[in-house]
């Protein structure tokens, strides 16, 4: 019984699909598949032209001695064509030599069409026809040096050979003894020959060409879906323009890098492993994406390159792939445009019940190096370097709503930069310490500054205490200590009291006063300011558990009050 569907099909859809599209072959295949058609026709005439040299009465206007000829040149031919194959598989397994291939191989084709021209007279046959349909199937097959030069050589063997006879040097048509005419009639063989050979040729050529058309057009329409598809998924990590870049040079792609002096951008949400442990993960993931979308959106409209998504990290590279000539204030003119995104990202939250996040920037300009790292099976457009290093450690002293950059970014913005702040840091591994700058706002053609929300501090209704210690890394290092809290508000503290701590160290505090439960949750805060005078430390939390929030808003509402 006949097999119906998908079974019945498969094996010439399998064999089709193998096949590829023809204008993807390599030149060796090209010739090879060609020596397939053209081996067996030439033989098929060989026997016929043999037995025309026997039985001379068949045709007798052709000359016999010509017709011993191209028997003589046709077994040449078959000869050099196999000899063609031999030459053509042993190069498919060295992959040498494949263009010296295709030349002799298309000039042999053209030579013996051009021979084959002359013999029979290129005025009162229709052999003219081949010279089109071999000359657009050179084209398909072959890049178009190869197609010309064989073109080309038939063509000056043509026009040689008629000029030639117009000289009367050679005779025209040697392969008639005498006009193909019998009792005043042309002979029927040759009228049958005539009319048959011309239209047989066309169509095999016909059906070769509208099936290369057809895997060409099969194959664009999948590399447009291909491209589409390329589109979309670049276009999450990259913008617009370098999406494109990249397409129009598939180069690259290729694995390897390059120097490149770039600005890198990092982000990191303040607290957020804390409030993570606290929410289901289907919540974390849904503020996560919430997040990421308004972050990427502006990133992109920078011309900034996502590298890296790690946790709720964002690495973002200025000035790779594509060439930047600004890199360096684009990069500072996003960093402010995500913090003032992160209003309307805490928004949405506040209306689905989700807690607020924070999250701080910070940008370093350095030479490093860009590329495609892995292997050919797998591997991510990256930066390598130093000063990746250094901005991860510029951003562990960015606290919420911060932007912090390097003396390079200064250096490279230059006037237009508004700096509300200026430290010195020594991060570890560090042979010297780093000036680190507080950016409020850039100037020029991108005019943008920090919006920052008014977060009043107030004054505790009752005396306040809290413990505190100093952290080194994710560790408290001595032991607790005291302080008295002067202010207050949701996102930061004023303590007494705290003896030698400096600016911009890590804290971790627990209340003193409250139920046992808000006492034993950990709250975890930066000291961004000290008053030399005064001796007041300036804290802004970093992570704060939402219990505590709400005792905050407590108090802060009691202290107004």
């Known amino acids: 019984m006949r097999k119906e569907g998908p079974t019945a099909l498969g094996a010439p859809a399998a064999l089709w699909e193998r096949l590829g599209n023809p204008l993807e072959w390599d030149d060796v295949q090209k010739v090879l598949i060609v020596l397939g058609v053209l081996i067996p026709s030439a033989g098929v005439g060989l026997l016929r032209a043999a037995y025309m040299v026997e039985h001379p009465e068949v045709e007798p206007y052709v000359s016999t001695a ?76 072959f890049d178009l040096p190869v197609a010309v030069t064989g073109m080309a050589t038939a063509f000056v063997a043509i026009v040689a050979t008629t000029l030639a006879e ?65 589109r979309r998924m670049f276009g999450r990590y990259m913008s617009a323009e370098v999406t494109r870049t990249l397409l129009e040079d598939p180069g690259a792609l290729d694995l390897g890098g390059e120097r490149r002096t770039v600005t890198i951008l990092m982000t990191d949400l303040r607290g957020f492993t804390a409030l993570s442990e606290r929410h ?20 992109l409209r920078f011309s900034g390159t996502i590298n890296e998504i790690a946790g709720d990290a964002l690495l973002v590279t200025f000035g790779a792939p594509q060439e930047m000539e600004d890199h360096a204030a684009a990069a500072v003119a996003c960093a402010i445009e995500m913090q003032n995104a992160m209003h309307g990202v805490n928004e949405r939250n506040a209306r689905a019940g989700q ?26 457009y990256g930066i390598v370097g130093s000063g990746v290093n250094l901005t991860n450690r510029i951003g562990s002293y960015a606290v919420g709503g911060q932007v912090l950059a390097s003396r390079s970014v200064v250096d490279a913005v230059g006037d237009i930069l508004r700096i509300d702040d200026e430290r010195q840091i020594r ?32 004054t505790p209704a009752k005396p306040m205490r809290v413990h505190w210690v100093r952290l080194a890394g994710k560790h408290g290092e001595g032991g607790d200590r005291g302080a008295r809290v002067v202010r207050f508000s949701k996102s930061s503290i004023e303590l007494a009291e705290l003896g030698d701590l400096e600016v911009l160290e890590d804290l971790r505090l627990n209340l003193a006063d409250g139920s046992e439960h808000l006492r034993r949750l950990d709250l975890y805060g930066k000291v961004v300011a000290i008053d030399a005078a005064s001796g007041l430390a300036h804290v802004r939390f970093t992570a704060v558990p939402p219990e505590i929030q709400m005792y905050f808003e407590g108090l802060s509402s009691l202290g107004s009050a």
């Open 66 to 141: 010509v017709l011993s000829h191209l028997v003589r040149v046709t077994a040449g031919y078959l000869v050099f064509a196999l000899l063609l194959v031999a030459a053509g598989l042993w190069l498919r397994r060295t992959g040498r030599g494949a263009r010296a291939y295709a030349y002799v191989a298309t000039l042999s084709w053209w030579l013996l069409y051009a021979w084959f021209a002359y013999l029979i007279g290129l005025a009162t046959s229709p052999v003219w026809v081949i010279y089109i349909l071999l000359g657009v199937f050179c084209l398909l097959l």
């Open 166 to 230: 117009r000289l009367g040097l050679i005779p025209y048509g040697p392969y008639f003894s005498q006009w193909p005419e019998i009792d005043g009639r042309l002979a029927n063989a040759w009228v049958i020959s005539s009319i048959t050979w011309p239209p047989l040729v066309s169509l095999v050529c016909f059906a070769i060409f509208a099936t290369i058309l057809r895997r060409a057009r099969q194959q664009s329409e999948r590399l447009a879906e291909m491209t589409q598809v390329l």
């Open 280 to 299: 289901p993960p289907e919540r974390v993931i849904t503020m996560l994406n919430d997040y990421f979308e308004a972050m990427i959106d502006v990133c």
């Open 355 to 380: 807690p607020e996040l924070e999250m701080g920037i910070a940008l370093n300009t350095a030479e490093v190096v860009v590329g495609n790292i892995g292997s050919e099976r797998r591997s991510k």
């Open 427 to 458: 991060p570890k591994g560090a042979s010297a310490p780093l000036d680190i700058f507080e950016i409020g706002g850039i100037g020029g053609p991108y005019r943008v500054a920090l919006w920052r929300e008014q977060d009043a501090l107030v």
